[in-house]
T-cell receptor, first 117, second 113 residues
Framework: KAGVTQTPRYLIKTRGQQVTLSCSPI?????VSWYQQTPGQGLQFLFE???????NKGNFPGRFSGRQFSNSRSEMNVSTLELGDSALYLC????????????????FGPGTRLTVL | GENVEQHPSTLSVQEGDSAVIKCTYS??????FPWYKQELGKGPQLIID?????GEKKDQRIAVTLNKTAKHFSLHITETQPEDSAVYFC????????????FGKGTRLSVIA
């Protein structure tokens, strides 16, 4: 079974630009979560999508948004990029949503390394 | 909300020795505790997890113990090998309320040959 895939793997943008990252979950998984990883803050939860609906959101500004398509693929968008947005963006998929009453194992993709200049 | 603290932040061991990484959590309602290993340039990979209805789980050289009363859990790696060198993350989650995984800050393990 193929794992979680993320594209692109690397991105370089300048301040003020916007960026879209893509995530394809493991086949059959309907929940996709996004995390930001930085050396200082570690792994921080951005949001979770299940069945095309945002189920949970972390403490990030509105410049960070996402969506999920009917095939469970997900995209996240960051508008008006700031230097502090430089990070590894990780996507994780699981079968059930975090709101199902049972915590499913999350499987991570390789991440997209975003550098903002 | 949930807070997970992880210690130590760095750990160096000789090949063949054991390594122990400890995490504490704050929310007594948490009941799922996974451990992830992250190698350079890769995403975190689940290595073992434990749920609150068990106190210990083992998979070959890796074991996790959970003390719900004290709200801490630990990862034990025996007979360490150079390929065990990586960053290890613990996390905690509770089943209700759409709560996400909350991660510790990570432990960089170096196994010296």
């Amino acid at each position: 079974k193929a794992g979680v895939t993320q594209t692109p793997r690397y991105l370089i943008k300048t301040r003020g630009q916007q960026v879209t990252l893509s995530c394809s979950p493991i086949s059959g998984h309907r929940s996709v979560s996004w995390y930001q990883q930085t050396p200082g803050q570690g792994l921080q939860f951005l949001f979770e999508y299940f069945s095309e609906t945002q189920r949970n959101k972390g403490n990030f500004p509105g410049r960070f948004s996402g969506r999920q398509f009917s095939n469970s693929r997900s995209e996240m968008n960051v508008s008006t990029l700031e230097l502090g947005d430089s990070a590894l963006y990780l996507c994780a998929s699981s079968f059930r949503t975090s709101g199902s009453g049972y915590t499913d194992t999350q499987y991570f993709g390789p991440g997209t390394r975003l550098t903002v200049l | 909300g949930e807070n997970v603290e992880q210690h130590p932040s760095t750990l160096s061991v000789q090949e063949g020795d054991s390594a122990v990484i400890k995490c504490t959590y704050s929310d007594s309602a948490s009941n799922y505790f996974p451990w992830y290993k992250q190698e350079l340039g890769k995403g975190p990979q689940l290595i073992i997890d434990i749920r609150s209805n068990v106190g210990e789980k083992k998979d070959q050289r890796i074991a996790v113990t959970l003390n719900k009363t004290a709200k801490h859990f630990s990862l034990h790696i025996t007979e360490t090998q150079p390929e065990d060198s990586a960053v290890y993350f613990c996390a905690a989650s509770k089943p209700a309320g759409n709560t996400p995984l909350v991660f510790g800050k990570g432990t960089r393990l170096s196994v010296i040959a």
